[in-house]
């Protein structure tokens, strides 16, 4: 294992300067019942494999997942960040951490998809669902910064209302129990960091 994260930390940098990031779906939650993700649409090996080539590509991944084994696999493959993260354990974040990886939480959109259940503008989420998503993804950010994983903002909007809305998730970022500084380094030196980009250019 250790030998794995040592080369994918090797391509992980050459990828940095090269700037590229793929994404990759682990656990859309939403299409599940339960504490977190039962079922997976990609499997381990799979998950290796488009994380190697997109490494041999010079490229990074980025892993939009709730929570379970992809998250693990995330980690074992090499890839760069973890998209919402909301059900992560301590261990994994510690693990995150140790494999250089960011947490990009993202908080507005699921209060934005529960205010969209209550109004009857979205089937098939079930309010329970998702109002426990909202409370564990705020819950779960101590752990996470007791690891010492760096956050950065995200943002995972869908319709064009959403969009251009960034700016709130700082504000949803404290509201979760980070300080305004810690906030603000997660919108600018994290972001810009997991980009590439560490000096905002
Ligand atoms: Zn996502």
């Given at each position: 294992m250790r030998k794995r994260l040592e080369c994918a930390g090797r391509r992980r940098t050459r990828a940095r300067q090269r700037g590229h990031v793929d994404q990759?779906?682990?656990?859309?939650?939403?299409?599940?019942?339960?504490?977190?993700?039962?079922?997976?649409?990609?499997?381990?090996?799979e998950f290796a494999a488009a994380v190697d080539a997109a490494h041999e590509g010079d490229a990074r991944v980025m892993v939009h997942t709730w929570g379970g084994d992809s998250i693990d696999w995330a980690i074992e493959a090499g890839a760069t960040s973890i998209?919402?993260?909301?059900?992560?354990?301590?261990?994994q974040a510690t693990r995150a951490h140790d494999a250089g990886m960011t947490l990009v939480p993202t908080l507005t959109i699921y209060r934005y998809v529960r205010?969209?259940?209550?109004?009857g503008k979205l089937g098939g989420v079930p309010l329970a669902r998702i109002a426990d998503v909202v409370a564990v993804h705020e819950e779960s950010r101590s752990p996470r910064q007791e690891a010492g994983l760096p956050l950065a903002v995200g943002s995972d909007f869908s319709t064009p209302e959403q969009h251009g809305k960034n700016l709130v998730e700082i504000g949803s970022l404290?509201?979760?129990?980070?300080?305004?500084?810690?906030?603000?380094?997660?919108?600018?030196?994290n972001g810009a960091t997991l980009l590439n980009d560490p000096d905002g250019a």
């Open positions: 990759v779906g682990g656990d859309d939650g939403g299409r599940y019942s339960g504490r977190f993700p039962s079922r997976l649409n990609i499997h381990r090996a998209e919402h993260g909301i059900y992560m354990t301590s261990s205010e969209m259940v209550v109004a404290m509201r979760a129990g980070l300080t305004s500084a810690e906030a603000l380094l997660a919108a600018t030196r």
